[in-house]
């Protein structure tokens, strides 16, 4: 099948709209490749200091030539289970570096926040601001210059965005990622959501919301629902650098571990010293975010990666817009129901036929560029692909070419709706988006008289007064990042549903975020310019008629006069300090808006 003839025209609108800094930083990449394994130009002091603690044989290989040295870039710890897995991981590359001839060191480790940890709480502030601290970590690891591939171990919300962000700095170098997986299913997330729900409006106790909480997290791997974390692993693999069908096998099985030591042995294969050099500069190209858009519109992905995308591009000298996102939205089919888009989770998701058949099916579709590079080769055609052991031994055999489930993965030809799970919203209070796939039609028009709050924790106490009674568009502001670092808004996922659920018109609209498992309330998000830069949404007030139309992509507030108001100015010292906020002031101050990508770094 040709290329569908936008994906074509958006990916040469791209690449035009990035020629001034994409070809200066190829260029970059080819010096820096041209000069060859750092490790030959050290002095021998500073040989010493690289190799000192490692095991006699590897440092003598490092010392008198190598196939190669692997850097792993880890954010492991054990408080989060989608990265305690990667606890084990090391020692499986070392020793499958070994038996390449090659050797594998730890260059450094990178903090990874849980954000469902911090949902709701003041460390939520530095959420996604950890994305840039754990690409400048990385750089700081990777700055030692004594490795010829890397191995990125990260699954979550602003790691995996993190981590890419370094890889591309460092394009030079192949990256391979290497996924954790998803935890076994507990109970239905359906079932989960509805206790928040009693929990919020006081039918049950917290005792109850306990209990349903930790049989929804209950072990080691990603969480199941398909947020943010989730949307991570299926970027890496439709742009290419996770090896085919790796993402969603769960921790600890011998499929994973054998994937993780193929990771292993594909990064130092693609290394310069070998025949296929493969660096990442030359996978992360137009194409393969082009690849990754569609990607999160075929599947309903989270709202996070409209910002998260913008930077990892610009790490790659490419300049994406969230209109390349909506046109590609507009002819991109949605294909998944995965929660909370649907009642299965990743698991169902990936035993339905997953990636593989849903790439398949995309290529067929003309709505994939094949003709990329990847971490396997070339071509997006080897993602169509699923790992098997068979006998112990790692191949890669064709996939089903079907849906096992059409209740949770359908054909492009015939998909639970038309266009993506993404809309951009444009109108006089600024530019915004909304995940409209989990969104019941009859809901993505939402015109209603505003509640205006700076503060989520308001938005909680006016519910529990019973000051909710018509309907109502519910503005929090004052959420941008330079104003507190953008934190997501997800804890009032259950109020609001609450109130739609009685049969009232709601809608949310924020210069703030929401998580990768927003759900059916419409809620305009990322809002640019943000109110404490001016945005209009610091001049609307109580009672103002405001009107959120995903239908039609308008964000506008209808009462005259509105914006003639002077912009309000909040008292917002009390998000500068605690729990590590005041360490973070310089990044609020240098931050970019959401639609360039919310980073401090371009």
Not at 143 to 161: A, E, M, N, R
Not at 177 to 192: E, H, V
Not at 415 to 439: D, E, I, W
Not at 528 to 542: F, N, Q, V, W
Request: charged letters at 20%.
């Amino acid at each position: 099948m040709s290329l569908h003839a936008t994906i074509a025209r958006v990916t040469q609108r791209i690449t035009d709209r990035s020629a001034p800094v994409r070809r200066p930083y190829l260029d970059r990449m080819a010096r820096a490749r041209d000069e060859g394994p750092k490790r030959a130009h050290l002095t021998c002091g500073n040989q010493a200091h690289a190799y000192a603690a490692m095991p006699g044989d590897d440092k003598a290989a490092l010392a008198t030539g190598s196939a190669g040295n692997l850097g792993i870039i880890t954010a492991f710890n054990d408080m989060l289970s989608a990265h305690q897995p990667y606890e084990r991981y090391p020692e499986l590359i070392r020793q499958a570096a070994r038996a390449a001839g090659g050797t594998a060191q730890v260059a450094g480790g990178v903090p990874a926040m849980c954000d469902g940890v911090t949902q709701g709480q003041a460390g939520m502030e530095l959420s996604l601001f950890s994305r840039d601290v754990i690409a400048m970590a990385s750089a700081v690891a990777l700055s030692h210059d004594v490795f010829d591939s890397t191995v990125y171990l990260g699954v979550c919300d602003k790691i995996v965005p993190g981590l890419v962000i370094a890889a591309a700095t460092f394009g030079h170098l192949p990256a391979v990622f290497l996924p954790a997986g998803p935890m076994t299913s507990g109970i239905p997330n359906d079932q989960k959501s509805k206790v928040r729900q009693q929990f919020a409006t006081g039918e049950v106790g917290r005792d109850k919301l306990m209990e349903a909480e930790m049989a929804s997290y209950h072990g080691p791997g990603t969480c199941t629902f398909y947020g943010t974390a989730n949307t991570n692993q299926m970027l890496m693999e439709f742009m290419g650098l996770h090896l085919p069908g790796s993402s969603f096998i769960n921790p600890n099985t011998p499929l994973r571990d054998a994937l993780t030591v193929e990771g292993a042995r594909r990064a130092m294969a693609i290394s310069a010293l070998g025949n296929q050099y493969t660096p990442v500069c030359d996978v992360l190209d137009e194409r393969a975010f082009v690849n990754g858009i569609v990607g999160l519109n075929a599947t309903g992905g989270s709202t996070n990666l409209l910002i998260h995308l913008i930077a990892m591009a610009r790490a790659a000298g490419i300049i994406l817009d969230w209109e390349d996102f909506a046109e590609i939205s507009d002819v991109t089919p949605l294909m998944a129901r995965v929660y909370p888009n649907g009642l299965a989770d990743v698991n169902h998701f990936h035993a339905a036929g997953g990636l593989g058949y849903m790439i398949g099916e995309l290529l067929e579709a003309g709505l994939l560029h094949d003709d990329t590079r990847t971490i396997a080769g070339d071509g997006l055609g080897r993602y169509t692909q699923e790992p098997k052991l068979i006998d112990g031994e790692l191949v890669w055999a064709e996939g089903s070419g079907e849906t096992l489930n059409d209740k949770i993965l359908r054909p492009a030809s015939d998909p639970f709706q038309p266009t993506g799970g993404v809309r951009r919203l444009r109108g006089n209070l600024g530019t915004g988006v909304m995940k409209v796939s989990a969104v019941a039609p009859e809901r993505h028009v939402i015109e209603a008289p505003a509640r205006v709050f700076a503060d989520q924790e308001d938005v909680k106490r006016a519910f529990k007064a019973g000051e909710f009674t018509t309907d109502t568009v519910v503005v929090v502001r004052f959420q941008g990042p330079k104003a507190n670092g953008m934190p997501e808004l997800h804890s009032l996922t259950p109020v609001l549903a609450v109130l739609q659920d009685k049969g009232l018109r709601v809608a949310l609209v924020t210069d703030g975020r929401m998580s990768g498992a927003s759900g059916k309330v419409p809620s305009a998000i990322h809002v640019s310019p943000e109110a404490l830069d001016g945005g209009p949404l610091a001049r609307i007030a109580d009672g103002d008629l405001v009107r959120v139309d995903a239908a039609s992509g308008k964000l506008d507030v209808l009462t005259p006069g509105a914006l003639d108001r002077p912009v309000v100015r909040p008292d917002l010292s009390q998000n500068q300090h605690g729990t590590g906020r005041d360490l973070f002031s310089a990044f609020r101050a240098n931050v970019g808006a959401a639609e360039a990508g919310a980073s401090p770094l371009f």
